[in-house]
Structures are given as C-alpha cells and as structure tokens.
C-alpha cells in the first residue's frame, strides 16, 4: 500500500482543535492524548520510523509512552510563550508507519527526528493558533499513525482560581525582616533653660509585588488576558507576622510603588534627647501552588482543567515609628521610655 495521508473522524477526540491530518498507516491501536498546553516531547525513533513518543503537560501529568523506547531517543522542552510556527510529518514510505516529525517555533528553534525521508512526500500540518495540546494516532510497537492537536482559534482570556498554597506560612514569620527607612537622633542640652520641641517626619517608597507564574499563564500572557483570583498574603503589623490578606483579582503579576509617610513630634526637657526610627516590616515568599484553570478561545469555546504554579510574594506592613528616649540624670544608654505610632 503506498503512504497515505488520512483523516479518520472515529479516532479525533472532541475539542476545540484546528483541522487535524494522520500521516501513517492504518495498523495498531488508536492513542489520544490530551490535558494542558504540551509543555515537553519524548520520541525515540531510527533510520526506519518512529518507534514511541511521550508528552509533559504544563499541569505535570505526562501521557503514557505510546510504542516503544527503542534504539534514538529525542527531547523537545517548551519555553514559556512558544509556539509553533510550522509542523511536517513523513511516512515511511510503506504506507504503515509515521516516519519521521519536524516542527519550528516562534523562537526560533525546532525539533526533527526520525529517518531519512529524501524523496518521500512531505506533509505539512496547519498549527493554526500555534498552541500545541496533545497527539493523536494509532501505535504498537511502532507509531503506526500521528496527527497533532492544536487550538483552533487564538486565546482571549485565562482565568486562574481556586488557588491552593502547599504550604501554610499564616502566624509564621519566615521571610521576614525590617528594613529601617529613616532615623534621626534628637536631644536638648543639659545647660538648657528650657523645653524645645522637635519632629521626626519623612516619605519613602518601596516596590511590592505578587507573581502567579505556570505554563498556561506563561504561555498566553502575550496574547491574552490573564487574570488571576485568589488570597493575597499580607505582612501584619503587629507581631510581624504573615496574616490573611484580601481575596481579590488580578492579572498574573502585579508590580506597584508604595509611598510611606510618618510625622511624630515632642518635647524635649533640657538634658532629653530620643532616637527616632521609622521602619517597615518586608516579606518575601516563593511558594508552589495548585489552581483552576479556564482558557477561552475568541470562537467562544473554553478550556477548563487544574495546573501546577509557583507563587512570589513581596508584602510590605505598615511604617511604624519607634521612639527611645533618654535622660541627661541616667546613663547613657537608658531608655526611660519607648513608644511608636
């Protein structure tokens, strides 16, 4: 039977795929694979066909190994926010097996095993979005057939909820620590006659920051819009100490200026001087996550199912200003009392 290049309804699973070619024969069983976005490629192959081919998915789950892992074994790993760009399949020439596979990317990279097919009709597959999502065939010890699945239609939105932390940082204070934004010393003279006043006021800013980072979001934030739902840790200001911050949506990374501001004044007898400190609590977090989520096509169509994350974190508290006073009739280094605002 000479290579043929089919399209059989009975083994495309439903979905928002382009349309799909089979490039092989018609022997084995049927295999489909399918989660998140493809985010590595296993195929071992020789000078004949393909022989097996395993894919990574962005939620961690990897497909069964479909054929076998004989003789040359290649390995394509996805970086964020590629896509294809070009797909060409071979048979091998007999009409019975996948010969080889050939894809380039939007980064300018590509992936090309398999056996010689110089002179064999080359197949070229439309990618249509660019978002590779899984394969389709018919194997045995062999691939005996291969069609890819893309998205049909470009992504518009992501949506990531029910987010789920593994680890609880609530009451702890890992990654905390106080950065000092200003102090001054104030005092008033021993020799003084009388009381004088003083004030401890200033402005900063600091940046804080949160990150959503997975495969999915990663890999469409061009494209379309991200938007993340969930709990925002926040640094308390008493205890210094991770606290529940507020629930609250937004995209998948969020950067901002925080300005600071404080004001304290006094008096000062003769003899008095106090040390002012203004000063803020800093936490910084990185932590693995799961979530929900949904991806929508511009056609309408959406994608629902769980993925794997990680979680970086910068909470800022609240400035305080901390006061130690000291008296001329004391030693030096005797606070007669502390206060902050």
């Not at 990279?109 to 439309?126: E, I, L, M, N």
Request: hydrophobic share 35%.
């Amino acid at each position: 039977m000479s290579e043929s290049l089919v399209r059989v309804a009975r083994d495309i699973p439903s979905g928002p795929w382009g349309f799909i070619h089979l490039v092989g024969g018609r022997g084995g069983e049927p295999f489909s694979t399918t989660a998140a976005t493809v985010k590595a490629l296993d195929v071992w192959y020789s000078s004949s066909c393909l022989h097996g081919l395993q894919v990574t998915y962005s939620d961690a789950s990897r497909s069964s190994i479909y054929g076998s892992t004989d003789d040359l074994h290649g390995r394509f790993d996805f970086q964020p926010g590629e896509l294809l760009t070009s797909m060409t399949l071979w048979g091998n020439g007999l009409g019975t097996r996948t010969g080889r596979i050939r894809f380039t990317t939007n980064k300018s990279r590509s992936f090309d095993v398999g056996k010689d097919t110089s002179g064999q009709t080359a197949y070229d597959c439309p990618v249509s979005s660019g978002f590779l999502m899984g394969f389709i065939g018919r194997y045995g010890g062999d691939i005996d057939c291969l069609a890819a699945l893309f998205l049909r239609s470009p992504v518009v939105s992501v949506s990531i909820s029910e987010v789920s932390y593994n680890q609880n940082l609530i009451g702890s204070s890992t990654g905390i620590a106080p950065v000092a934004l200003d102090e001054v010393d104030f005092g008033n003279l021993p020799t003084s006659s009388k009381p004088i006043a003083f004030m401890f006021k200033g402005s900063e800013t600091r940046i804080r920051s949160t990150s959503h980072s997975q495969t999915t979001s990663d890999t469409f934030a061009l494209s379309a819009s991200v938007e993340v739902s969930g709990e925002i840790l926040g640094v308390g200001a008493a205890g210094f100490k991770w606290q529940h911050g507020s629930s609250q949506t937004t995209k998948s990374s969020v950067s901002e200026e925080v300005q600071f501001n404080w004001e304290m004044t006094g008096e000062l007898q003769p003899g008095e001087s106090v040390k002012c400190l203004a000063v803020i609590y800093r936490g910084t977090c990185h932590l693995d996550y799961t979530s929900k989520v949904v991806v929508k096509l511009k056609d309408g169509f959406t994608n629902t199912f769980r993925e794997e994350g990680t979680f970086d974190n910068i909470a800022l508290s609240k400035v305080v200003v901390q006061s130690e006073w000291h008296s001329a009739q004391l030693s030096a280094n005797s606070p007669i009392r502390r206060m902050s605002i």
